[in-house]
């Protein structure tokens, strides 16, 4: 979204291919610039399919929609590998954290 200016709009696991650590996201004819008058809202289906094949298929804590929404469409993080991976660890940290306390207040 931020460096190609493009929301895929049909994301799901179908179109994520992981090589050699890296993604690569395919089947992008369908694209729309950022622009778009529906950009947004087909962003925000497309985190949600991709979090809810990871929830339910992968078994892992995950964002929320919201969070992954805001996580893809915020320029505060910068621009540099570095810096979103930097961004993403503390996301995920708070995240697991949750979901600890979560299951903590469950068994209570």
Known sequence: FQRCKLVHGDLSEYN????????????????????????????????????????KAG???????RQLFEFVTSTVFGDTDEELSNALDSIMQHVDAEVK???TADHV
Not at 41 to 52: H, I
Request: negative net charge; hydrophobic residues 35%; glycine residues 4%.
């Open 16 to 55: 994520l291919l992981w090589h050699y650590g890296e993604v690569y996201v395919i089947d992008v004819s369908q694209s729309v610039e950022s622009d778009h008058p529906s950009a947004l809202d087909f962003l925000r289906k497309d985190c949600s399919n991709v979090n809810d094949y990871f929830r």
């Open 59 to 65: 078994g892992l804590n995950v964002m929320t929609t």
């Open 101 to 103: 306390k979560q299951l």
